[in-house]
């Protein structure tokens, strides 16, 4: 039975099990998780039911997958694909752009994680535009952290789960208004990680001013050991007053009193005073995400050159 292309709203129990396998088995083969954190949510518990799944499958079973998020106002759907190392070099990942492309109205953007040339290569044969960079950025816990000092008027304390979740979705909105990938998230979208095993309200800091909440710095730590700054938000009002910058550290604080050997976070290239702080406080650049846009060219969703050896863009 030959290849072919299913498109859901949801998976069922079978099918999630299948893309996961097929995570977990590209994770192993590239070195890199194929699919966002928030894809990878989505796949497990659902979400935006104006979301699409796209299989691809060989008898019955996953061999490709793509996640399809509805569009922004601004810049239309965007997208994240993987194919199962073993069933690479078969034209799958040709097939599952192109109908990712299709379902899409030729208007999509595609992230590839890692920036592997096979990704490169596969969006060049769509006439696909290199459109954005995410920067992930590390450094050591072992070397010395300057000390913080919050603004006047300002102090530190934990979230507190059931309390905290509408103070922080405002401030959340406000920081990343620029943002909507951050900034647009829901209350569902926040319990949705409160309920993730790796999730410590220890390690949630809020600053507060007058008991308004004017900023934060959210800690993470994978299964791995790796610590995160999972995200930093400073209240428009407050910009300026190096509140960003003593959220960091006292985060990066937290997570060497843990014992955790490295941190690492994520920062757009397009943010230059971002990296400036965290080459200051000792982060180098480690890795790199890249967002593919489709071109007025890539509507037809038609390669003239044979199909790359795949890892496939937005993994």
């Known amino acids: 039975m030959s290849a072919h292309v ?57 061999v490709g997958y793509a996640h399809l998020d ?21 034209g799958h990942g040709t097939r599952l752009l192109r109908s990712t492309l299709d379902l899409a109205g030729g208007r999509l953007r595609v992230w590839a994680h890692g920036d592997h040339p096979a990704a490169a290569a596969l969006a060049a044969s769509f006439d696909f535009e290199r459109a954005r960079s995410l920067w992930q950025m590390r450094r050591s816990l072992s070397d010395p952290l300057p000390a913080y000092h919050l603004p006047e008027g300002v102090r530190l304390r934990t979230f507190v ?83 960003g910058r003593a959220l960091t550290v006292a985060g990066l604080t937290h997570l060497r009193s843990r014992g955790l050997a490295q941190v690492m976070l994520y920062v757009d290239e397009a943010n230059p005073a971002a990296i400036r702080l965290y080459e200051s406080l000792g982060f180098t650049r480690w890795d790199v995400d890249v967002m593919y846009a489709a071109t007025p060219r890539s509507s037809a969703g038609r390669s003239t050159t044979p199909p790359p050896p795949e890892r496939q863009p937005g993994s």
């Open 6 to 62: 299913k498109i859901t709203e949801k998976l069922d129990d079978q099918e999630k099990d299948g893309v996961l396998a097929v995570v977990e088995a590209a994770t192993e083969a590239d070195g890199v998780r194929p699919l966002s954190e928030h894809a990878l949510l989505h796949l497990r518990y659902g979400g935006d039911p104006r979301a699409r799944s796209l299989l691809v499958l060989e008898q019955d079973t996953p």
């Open 70 to 90: 509805p569009p922004d106002d601004a810049e239309g759907p965007s997208g994240e694909l993987v194919i199962h190392p073993a069933h690479r070099r078969s």
């Open 161 to 243: 789960p059931g309390q905290d979740e509408e103070a922080w979705l405002t401030v959340n909105a406000a920081a990343f208004a620029h943002h909507p990938e951050q900034g647009a998230w829901t209350r569902d979208d926040l319990m949705v990680r409160e309920r993730e095993s790796w999730f410590d309200p220890e390690g949630f800091f809020l600053a507060v001013r007058d008991d308004r909440l004017a900023g934060f710095h959210w800690t993470k730590v994978d299964d791995s050991g790796l610590g995160e700054v999972y995200v930093v938000g400073v209240d428009p009002a407050e910009q300026g007053t190096g509140l």
